[in-house]
């Protein structure tokens, strides 16, 4: 596709209850990064994939998070038993590898989350 | 941990005046990325300067690195509304491998 698309855009849940949050990446864009943003604060890393190299996870918070990429293209995001504390914006980019160092990251517009 | 640290956190202008944000950092860097983020939502890259430039200059942004100092600053000339936004730095360290490490931001408001 033309851009980086997430889905849902919006995703209310209910404390407790399971979550996947959906990254569709850019064609051809070989490295794919999870970040979260809490409200008024900074992104934070939680996980990077590289082609068929084992993902980064340093960032992931907890074993209530996971991710994963199938097929060198769509990444899911999985929260389990979700907290309060885990409602955010979660934010994925891709980019071309190594490009990353010349063009930077492309992100998608983000996935609100909100734990009631 | 954040990387790197905006300075200041919160900026007001009126329109046409040049509007400067810094970024301090921690570790050495392969490169310095600047972002925009307009509403809370995706981020648009704007502008990367490699560990071995001083200055880069795109349309009206022009950023600058000091790596004696660990700090890099965007300025952005001639501000239009448009330009309201929150603005992030972003450091990939030396063998970090592509990931970059993003600061709190600059939140920008520019006054018609």
């Known amino acids: 596709g033309a851009g980086v698309s997430q889905s849902p855009s919006n995703k209310v849940t209910e404390k407790g209850k399971d979550v996947e949050l959906r990254c569709d990446p850019i064609?051809?864009?070989?490295?794919l990064y999870w970040y979260r943003q809490s409200l008024g604060q900074g992104l934070e890393f939680l996980i990077y994939?590289?082609?068929?190299?084992?993902?980064?996870k340093s960032g992931l918070p907890s074993d209530r998070f996971s991710a994963e990429r199938t097929g060198g293209s769509v990444s899911t995001l999985t929260i389990q038993r979700t907290q309060q504390e885990d409602s955010a914006v979660y934010l994925c980019?891709?980019?071309?590898?190594?490009?990353?160092?010349?063009?930077?990251?492309?992100f998608g517009s983000g996935t609100r989350l909100t734990v009631v | 941990s954040q990387q790197g640290e905006e300075d200041p956190q919160a900026l007001s202008i009126q329109e046409g005046e040049n509007a400067t944000m810094n970024c301090s950092y921690k570790?050495?860097?392969?490169?310095l990325q600047w972002y925009r983020q307009n509403s809370g939502r995706g981020l648009v890259h704007l502008i990367l300067?490699?560990?071995?430039?001083r200055e880069k200059h795109s349309g009206r942004l022009r950023v600058t690195l000091d790596t004696s100092k660990k700090s890099s600053s965007l300025l952005i000339t001639a501000s239009r509304a448009a330009d309201t936004a929150s603005y992030f730095c972003?450091?990939?360290?030396?063998?970090?491998?592509?990931?970059?490490?993003f600061g709190i931001g600059t939140k920008l408001q520019v006054i018609p």
């Open positions: 300067i490699r560990s071995n430039e």
């Open positions: 064609s051809g864009h070989t490295a």
């Open positions: 570790t050495s860097i392969n490169n």
């Open positions: 994939f590289q082609g068929n190299s084992a993902p980064d």
């Open positions: 972003a450091t990939e360290a030396i063998g970090g491998y592509q990931k970059v490490t």
């Open positions: 980019a891709s980019s071309l590898g190594a490009g990353a160092r010349v063009y930077g990251y492309t």
